[in-house]
């Protein structure tokens, strides 16, 4: 029975891989995607570190030997956020055509899936395989923000086989490796103004892929029957990209021809998780999570032969000069029935992108998580989560000139103010394969 089960799930597995393949809207600071467990989303993952589902391996891979046996666990989200752009005075709004835009996210739907093997009393081997950074973006061919945002996609697929160990009744460690591969391309519009002939909307595409290597690392501590601390790291991934570089329209400017590359330090994060049972229905939850996109920097963009890549004469560098993100969240764990879970949460988080560097194509502000989700059993082996989530964010300007000190200004003003909120909705299954899991093994000395 055993053996048919995981042949099952090694399908299952096969399939999520491929279906890991679909667009992404970053829906944490920066480009980041918080959005990797339906469980922890219900109490806009409060606690999560500290574990509760499987997927909180994510976060924390110690977390896995609270999970018996044979389990696994695969997560869809459906995210759908919403963002639109009012240009000021002083832009190319005095140009026909050249005005704001209505909705420029768009929606997506994210898949992350899970699965541990308990190999002895105290050893638990894992995977898991996420997209923890993405971004999907499309604005109008002629706006008067342009030369800042005509596209982007980001899209990064992650895979974590990771091994957890149990010390003792109270101590648990875990530690993964981080294999991820990401596809990007960018696209900016370069408008070129001729007195007398008007303007020359031309656009730059950088695309590129490649891989970059991390690991990550976690323990859980459990110093009273009821409560339950973890800590986990997500290293530093320097993400490779190598592609090509190409600038299309009316009056294609001179660019780099051939392949280009360029390297985008992606951050190492820190999560903190509290879970504290009051009583027999309640549990209180906690997280702090700190982000460090500070290491981002610049990217510079190199030519194959080792120069900068240029278009018309000017070296292509993408300044994010982001500063750390952080974020923090409350919520609570009611038990209704045998059967039925409910939590709720709330979250706050600072985002990284602050006023000197924002630009229309990624005008993240700071937001505020408000959520509720469900656990049922639907048998003794079968859950199933269900959440959703709204994010307020904050009300956003950019302001990109010379006198603004913005790096990304290319000769071409734009300021305007940005309206933005999120919704989420999300389904995870979660199914244990078999009964004859080995009991704990409590090492106290």
Not at 258 to 283: A, E, F, H, K
């Amino acid at each position: 029975m055993v053996d048919r089960r995981l042949a099952g799930l090694g399908r299952a597995v096969c399939a999520l891989g491929l279906a890991t393949m679909a667009a992404t809207q970053a829906q944490a600071g920066g480009f980041g995607l918080r959005d990797q467990s339906s469980y922890g989303q219900g109490s806009s993952y409060a606690g999560i570190a500290a574990g509760g589902s499987l997927s909180s391996m994510f976060w924390n891979p110690a977390t896995m030997t609270q999970q018996r046996g044979i389990q696994s666990e695969v997560d869809l989200m459906g995210i759908f956020p919403y963002a639109s752009n009012t240009p000021k005075s002083g832009s190319l709004t005095g140009i026909p055509g050249f005005g704001g835009t209505s909705d420029t996210g768009d929606d997506a739907f994210v898949p992350s899936g899970y699965f541990s093997w308990q190999l002895n009393p105290s050893l638990w081997l894992g995977v898991s395989l996420n997209s923890p950074f993405g971004l999907s973006v499309s604005f109008p061919t002629a706006w008067a923000g342009r030369d800042y945002g005509q596209s982007s996609d980001l899209k990064t697929y992650n895979a974590t086989p990771s091994l957890a160990y149990r010390i003792n009744d109270w101590l648990s460690v875990g530690v993964g490796v981080q294999i991820e591969y990401a596809n990007a391309s960018v696209s900016r519009g370069v408008t070129v103004p001729i007195p007398g002939f008007g303007v020359f909307p031309d656009t730059a595409t950088l695309s590129g892929k490649g891989w970059g290597y991390g690991f990550t690392v976690g323990a859980t501590l459990t110093p009273t029957p009821t409560t339950t601390i973890g800590i986990g790291y997500r290293s530093a991934i320097n993400q490779k990209l190598d592609g090509t570089l190409a600038v299309t329209g009316p009056l294609p400017l001179a660019a780099t021809t051939g392949s280009v590359n360029t390297t985008l330090n992606m951050p190492d994060i820190v999560s903190l998780g509290i879970r504290q049972r009051i009583d027999p229905q309640w549990t209180l939850l906690g997280t702090v999570e700190w982000t460090n996109w500070s290491r981002i920097g610049t990217s510079n963009v190199m030519q194959g032969s080792g120069g900068a890549a240029t278009v018309a004469g000017t070296a292509v560098t993408l300044p994010f000069e982001y500063k750390d993100g952080w974020f923090f969240s409350l919520g609570a764990e009611y038990q209704w029935t045998e059967r039925l879970a409910v939590r709720a949460g709330v979250g706050y988080e600072i985002s990284p992108i602050s006023d000197d560097v924002r630009i229309p194509l990624l005008p993240d502000n700071d937001r505020t998580w408000v959520s509720i989700g469900s656990s049922y059993h639907i048998s003794k082996d079968l859950v199933v989560d269900l959440a959703y989530s709204h994010l307020f964010v904050r009300s956003t300007s950019v302001n990109i000139s010379g006198t603004s000190g913005n790096p990304w200004f290319d000769g071409i003003s734009y300021s305007g103010d940005v309206s933005a909120h999120v919704d989420i909705i999300s389904m995870g299954l979660k199914y244990r394969w078999d009964n004859d899991a080995p009991a704990p093994k409590l090492i106290t000395k």
